[in-house]
């Protein structure tokens, strides 16, 4: 790998391969940095895009703390460095609010397991790499604004991502310097995972003051932001194209 290569800062983006983390990973190559494709399934659209974008792929199932905790350490095998984590992948199935026996504690573990510990593995296995990022090395979750108020698809998701926005406080107060941590809470964003949501998509298009649920790529020209702003530490930004409000 030659020294030019080797100076481009590197960016691991876990669920890559689709909707929010597609679009972060396709901004942030197109900003200059290295990305790390990830996916738990998608192995073929994994290897496609990291080429496509002068990366790499790795596959990795974040129920699985080995397969959580060996991805970063395949990233830096293969890099040498990381400055950048972005901890995107996430699960979420409805489960009305007041149906509590519908919620059940294999959907609580499962909705932890994914949305809450797998970021917290990763920060904890990528700490030492982010210190060492000449730039000061970056994480950026990405919550809900369920996180934020009592919304949501299922209590556990609500909770796995209020817990999430409150760990990306907590680092940040204890990281810094040399790590900055925020977060990302969007509201309706059209992926893969809301494709058949409709009462969601109709109240953003009659409530929200921008009259739409966000695209892939608002949710990563923030990301990008966040990350190029280099004194901005532990703020959760709500990106829900103002529905709040109303
Ligand atoms: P998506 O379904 O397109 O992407 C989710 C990604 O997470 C997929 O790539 C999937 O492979 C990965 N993933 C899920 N379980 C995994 C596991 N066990 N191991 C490894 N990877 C796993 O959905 P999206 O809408 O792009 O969601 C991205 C993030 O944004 C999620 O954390 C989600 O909770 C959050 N979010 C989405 C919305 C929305 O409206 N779409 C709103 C708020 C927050």
Redesign the pocket.
């Known amino acids: 790998m030659g020294t030019e290569q080797h100076d481009r800062p590197v960016a691991l983006v876990?669920?890559?391969?689709?909707?929010?983390?597609?679009?972060v990973a396709r901004r942030l190559a197109g900003g200059g940095m290295r990305v790390v494709v990830?996916?738990?399934?998608?192995t073929d659209a994994g290897e496609a895009l990291a080429a496509e974008l002068g990366g790499t792929y790795v596959q990795?199932?974040?129920?699985?703390e080995d397969?959580?905790r060996a991805l970063v350490r395949t990233a830096l095998d293969r890099h040498g460095r990381l400055d950048v984590l972005v901890?995107?992948?996430?699960?979420?199935w409805p489960i009305p609010h007041a149906d509590l026996a519908a919620a059940t504690p294999a959907d609580w573990r499962r909705l932890l397991?994914?949305?809450l510990i797998?970021p917290w593995l990763l920060c904890a296995e990528a700490l030492p790499a982010l210190r060492e990022a000449p730039g000061g090395g970056s994480v950026v979750n990405?919550?809900?604004?369920?996180g934020v108020r009592p919304k949501?698809s299922s209590v556990p998701?609500a909770a796995s991502?209020a817990a999430l926005n409150h760990v990306t406080r907590l680092l940040a107060a204890a990281l810094g310097p040399d790590v900055r941590v925020n977060a990302?809470?969007?509201?309706?964003?059209?992926?893969?995972?809301?494709k058949d949501?409709a009462e969601?998509h109709q109240l953003w298009r009659e409530r929200a003051p921008m009259h739409r649920?966000?695209r892939?790529a608002d949710?990563a020209d923030l990301v990008a932001s966040l990350i190029a702003s280099s004194y901005l530490t532990g703020e959760v930004i709500v990106l829900d194209g103002g529905l709040n409000l109303t």
Do not use: C, F, Q
Request: hydrophobic share 35%.
């Open positions: 876990t669920g890559s391969t689709s909707g929010i983390g597609e679009a990830h996916s738990r399934h998608s990795a199932d974040l129920e699985v397969e959580t901890n995107n992948a996430g699960i979420s397991e994914v949305n797998a990405i919550t809900s604004h369920a949501g998701y991502k990302v809470a969007p509201g309706l964003v059209d992926t893969p995972m809301t949501w969601a649920p966000a892939p949710v």
